[in-house]
T-cell receptor
Framework: GQQVMQIPQYQHVQEGEDFTTYCNSS?????IQWYKQRPGGHPVFLIQ?????EVKKQKRLTFQFGEAKKNSSLHITATQTTDVGTYFC????????????FGTGTRLQVTL | NAGVMQNPRHLVRRRGQEARLRCSPM?????VYWYRQLPEEGLKFMVY????????ESGMPKERFSAEFPKEGPSILRIQQVVRGDSAAYFC??????????????FGEGSRLTVL
């Protein structure tokens, strides 16, 4: 079936270090979205990418959609303790546009 | 403008009982999605509904689970004869548009079901 895998599953960094999570789909996506879920909280939308090779930035966060529209990445520069949470990618598959399929998530822990 | 409202926030049931989870989408949103999240895991799609219609229930277990989104009132996810494996957080999300063109999903705070 259609699966979206993320690596790493978990990462622990010191404040100020960079962080990257990678998202890989078995088949082509029509778009990719990223969400952040704080511990005990609910997913909150960060961004959507639609075009092949698209790159978007939000302050210290950089999002990229692969050329083949099968993978994506989220890079955080100079992490802060407020970045703690689980980051999920999620995508719509071409031809099955009704549901958003979530990745397995990457849990980020940031310590001082 | 209130966000997506879910209730109850926490629900405890004994095995064999029924659980009813309610979701009121954001004002102006007519598309509702239900997701299940087991502890330390990702979000698993269950069902996508529009008013009075189930559009995609491919993620819904065939037995004991049902969902509706009536013309008036909230969307309801119903779990009959609950078992311990149903213990999870159930998130509802809404959007104003359909599918791939919907942009972001707006999530509620979730209903956390514990089955004893």
């Amino acid at each position: 079936g259609q699966q979206v895998m993320q690596i790493p599953q978990y990462q622990h960094v010191q404040e100020g270090e960079d962080f990257t999570t990678y998202c890989n789909s078995s088949t082509t996506l029509s778009n990719i979205q990223w969400y952040k879920q704080r511990p005990g909280g609910h997913p909150v939308f960060l961004i959507q990418l639609v075009k092949s090779g698209e790159v978007k930035k939000q302050k210290r966060l950089t999002f990229q959609f692969g050329e083949a529209k099968k993978n994506s990445s989220l890079h955080i520069t100079a992490t802060q303790t407020t970045d703690v949470g689980t980051y999920f990618c999620a995508g719509h598959y071409t031809g099955t546009a009704s549901k958003l399929t979530f990745g397995t998530g990457t849990r980020l822990q940031v310590t001082l | 403008n209130a966000g997506v409202m879910q209730n109850p926030r926490h629900l405890v049931r004994r095995r064999g009982q029924e659980a009813r989870l309610r979701c009121s989408p954001m004002k102006g949103h007519s598309h509702v999605y239900w997701y299940r999240q087991l502890p330390e895991e990702g979000l698993k799609f269950m069902v996508y509904l529009q008013k009075e219609n189930i559009i995609d229930e491919s993620g819904m277990p065939k037995e004991r689970f049902s969902a509706e989104f009536p013309k008036e009132g909230p969307s309801i996810l119903r779990i009959q004869q609950v078992v311990r494996g149903d213990s999870a957080a159930y998130f509802c999300a809404s959007s104003p548009l359909q599918g791939a063109g919907s942009g972001e999903l707006f999530f509620g705070e979730g209903s956390r079901l514990t089955v004893l």
